[in-house]
């Protein structure tokens, strides 16, 4: 009988494990795959040494990625990757955390990396995998203005099909429709007052603006900086930093297209 490899036998059960259930956790990833945490953490490494997983900077999650040059928009992992010296760059720069959200289908964004930390006074620290409002939250409203009204309609479709009636009233009301033409014209998204989702309602209440990042011209997610709401004004945050956001995000889309640094 043909002996086979048992690391690597190992080390594709625990890539199954996170193909299947998404982003895991040491802990969770050897109780899934039954093996010992001292030997799921030999793997990880090793696999995330060779490019097939990607250890989140947020949160410490392991999310798959594959081990290719450039990343798909929907290699979230490897997305990420690239993006994070970017966002360090940044937050090292104007002394905010950054936010990576992306669009993971059409009508929904997710958090996929971003340099929060947990500090006494700060905001919600673990954000990874959270979902944003297209509608309310700041890279939701920076996305909406700068898709095209094809891209726009099929958001929106999503938006009126979800249970949040303040949603779809922004929606048919009209209310969205002037928030995207003020978006446009100063230039970034910010997040709607009083909107802060109770499930990150852990620590201040946050306030936030987003540039959009556009790989190739495509509106694909956002790059936003986040504080403590009652620290600054959004405009202020703006007026020093908007300029090192629009640089940072076109650094990312740079990247992600597979070009040099801008």
Known sequence: MQKTNRSLERGLA???VLVE????????LARA?????????????TLAGQGWIYRRHNDGRYVATMPTGVPTARDFGGVARRALPHLLALTERTGLAADLTWVVEDGVLEVIESTRML?????DAEVAGFRPSLVFSAPGRALLADCDEEALARHLRHV???DSPAERLAVTGGQLAAELRATRQRGYGQRAAGYWPHSSDY???P????????????PLGCLS???????????????????DMRTAARRIGTALAGGRRA
């Open 21 to 28: 259930r998404g982003p895991g956790t040491l802990a969770a």
């Open 14 to 16: 625990l890539l199954d």
């Open 160 to 162: 009126t099909r979800m």
């Open 225 to 243: 900086l986040v504080w403590p709401a009652e620290v600054l004004a959004a405009k202020d945050v703006a007026a020093k930093h908007l300029a």
């Open 203 to 205: 620590g201040r209440e």
């Open 33 to 45: 795959a039954d093996l010992p945490k001292p030997t799921a953490s030999r793997l990880l490494l």
């Open 119 to 123: 500090q006494e006074g700060g905001v």
């Open 207 to 218: 306030m936030d603006i987003a540039v959009v990042i556009a790989p190739q011209e495509v």
